[in-house]
């Protein structure tokens, strides 16, 4: 069964940089494309952004594009999300979240979902990013 721990949450300024580490323990993420979700104050869930099971793909929300990126390092079992800069609008509470993907599954190696979390079968607990001023 796979677990997923997100860390690197904290607090930051404006402007600054923050990279999120997303670590799976109990089976390989090699297997699994990656989505990173957040949540905040209020609001609903969003899909921030994925990398396919092949590392080709890469997607990501209009609102973080050129600012966020996403990467896997399969040897370490982690799948990194590097935020720079942050903005205000950027502060909530960020999920990775996981879906089998490639042979003998459905879903192709070079497929990820940003626009529909219930695509995703594991989910960690979330890492809080607040950003101020």
């Known amino acids: 069964q796979l677990r997923l721990e997100e860390s690197g949450g904290g607090l930051v300024q404006a402007g600054g940089s923050m990279k999120l580490s997303c670590i799976a323990s109990?089976?390989?993420?090699?297997?699994?494309?990656i989505g990173w979700f957040r949540q905040a104050p209020g609001k609903g869930r969003e899909g921030v952004s994925c990398?396919?099971?092949?590392?080709?793909?890469?997607n990501y929300a209009d609102s973080v594009k050129g600012r966020f990126t996403i990467s896997r390092d399969n040897a370490k079992n982690t799948v990194h999300l590097e935020m720079n800069p942050v903005n205000r609008e950027d502060t909530a509470v960020y999920y990775c979240?996981?879906?089998?993907?490639?042979?003998?599954?459905?879903?192709?190696?070079?497929?990820?979902?940003?626009?529909?979390?219930?695509?995703?079968?594991?989910w960690g607990r979330g890492t809080q990013v607040s950003v101020s001023s």
């Open positions: 979240a996981a879906v089998p993907a490639g042979i003998p599954t459905v879903l192709s190696a070079d497929v990820c979902n940003l626009d529909n979390g219930q695509a995703y079968d594991f």
């Open positions: 109990g089976s390989s993420v090699e297997y699994y494309a």
């Open positions: 990398i396919s099971r092949s590392g080709n793909t890469k």
